[in-house]
């Protein structure tokens, strides 16, 4: 019979390996959720593929620099998916909007708009230090997909 520290480090160990299969196991559910196909046969990943492909011509260097510089906050690892689900939205109201270029406006816009709102004070808080004036996209802050998913 296990008894003493053992027993408590094997106690412990149970807990931290439950805890981390919990965790990865919530992220992996989120991430099968939008890869189910919806009622028009397209998930939300294959959404977010067509807008981007459908608007990869409509991107310049300078806006690509300004995407990367807002998505920097994100951690390293979430960062690829981050910008995979902005450039998403971001050409979602490009080709709503039938614009011929990304512009800058747009840019701000689609991000503000595919941000959670959970991330609203950092993204803020990065237009900021960029000397982006947010009082023109406020009405957009309201139009996050926290809300508009629900």
Known sequence: ??????????LLWVVVLVTLMGIGGFFMFRKFGKALPKSDGKSDLDWEEYYVDQTIHLWNDEQKQLLNELVSPVPDLFRPVAKQKIAGKIGQLALEEKATAI?????????????????????????????????????YFELSVDKASN
């Open 1 to 10: 019979m296990l008894e003493g520290w053992f027993l408590w480090f094997i």
């Open 103 to 139: 512009t800058r406006e747009l840019l701000i816009r689609g991000y503000i708009i595919a941000t959670p709102k959970r991330d609203h004070k950092f993204l803020r808080k990065k237009l900021a230090e960029l000397n982006i004036d947010v009082t023109p996209f406020n009405k």
